[in-house]
């Protein structure tokens, strides 16, 4: 049984890390979403996201704009690690029962 034990520890461990991984990653990319504006029959792109209560809008580019292409990848990028932080919590939630006991 100890080396039963033993594998799930070392499995809590590295989930541990790789969530401390994503933390990580999450730091280095942008929060909220894109906003499209129309202002005088143009598009005008911006990144909009909250602090504390207030919704803030950071301009981004018009359409064909490089920095609006960079954006919606990382933001895509974040969206993808969120989804995989969210099942890395709930394999630890699941796995500190059995470790615990």
């Known amino acids: 049984m100890s080396i039963f ?5 070392e499995e809590y461990q590295r ?10 990653e999450l730091e280095k990319l942008p929060k909220g979403s894109i906003s499209a504006k129309n ?3 143009q598009y005008y ?3 909009a996201y909250r602090v504390k209560d207030k919704v803030k809008f950071k301009y981004i580019g018009k359409k064909d704009s490089e920095a609006l ?3 919606e990848e ?12 969210e099942q ?3 394999a630890i939630k699941d796995l500190s029962k ?3 006991e």
Do not use: G, P, T
């Not at 990382?74 to 932080?85: A, G, W």
């Open 15 to 24: 989930l541990q890390a790789l969530k401390d991984k994503y933390h990580e």
């Open 39 to 41: 202002r005088n029959n």
């Open 69 to 71: 292409s960079k954006i």
């Open 74 to 85: 990382q933001l895509s990028k974040r969206k993808e690690i969120e989804s995989k932080l």
């Open 5 to 9: 034990k033993d594998v799930l520890q």
């Open 88 to 90: 890395v919590n709930n």
């Open 45 to 47: 792109y911006y990144l």
């Open 98 to 100: 059995s470790v615990n």
